[in-house]
């Protein structure tokens, strides 16, 4: 059974900083291609960014430069270090493994940016 399970969300002051993690079981973690999503209220799911097997990374250009991602592979964990968070960035959270047409998802954390 594949479980992928986020933690880290929160409510964060404009320009504050979070670490999301997400921890893999019930699959080959190091040959997944993981990613992180996240969902405003009422607008559609967005990929924000993508680690491959290899540490090839992308991101979504509203977040470069201020977005990271990052996997540990003996963990089974990818993480996503959120700095300069804007109002915009509030959302739920959801990680990803294998492409989200046919991969697994976890249940998502809330991320609140907010004065």
């Known amino acids: 059974q594949v479980q992928l399970g986020e933690s880290g969300g929160g409510l964060v002051q404009p320009g504050g900083s979070l670490r999301l993690s997400c921890a893999a079981s019930?699959?080959?973690?190091?040959?997944?291609?993981m990613g992180w999503y996240r969902q405003a209220p009422g607008k559609q799911r967005e990929l924000v960014a993508v680690?491959?097997?290899?540490?090839?990374?992308n991101y979504v250009d509203s977040v470069k430069g201020r977005f990271t991602i990052s996997r540990d592979n003996a963990k089974n964990t990818v993480y996503l270090q959120m700095n300069s968070l804007k109002p915009e960035d509030t959302a739920v959270y959801y990680c990803?493994?294998?492409?989200?047409?046919?991969?697994?998802w976890g249940q998502g954390t809330q991320v609140t940016v907010s004065s």
């Open positions: 019930g699959i080959i973690f190091s040959l997944y291609t």
């Open positions: 990803n493994a294998g492409g989200s047409s046919k991969g697994y």
């Open positions: 680690i491959s097997s290899s540490k090839w990374t």
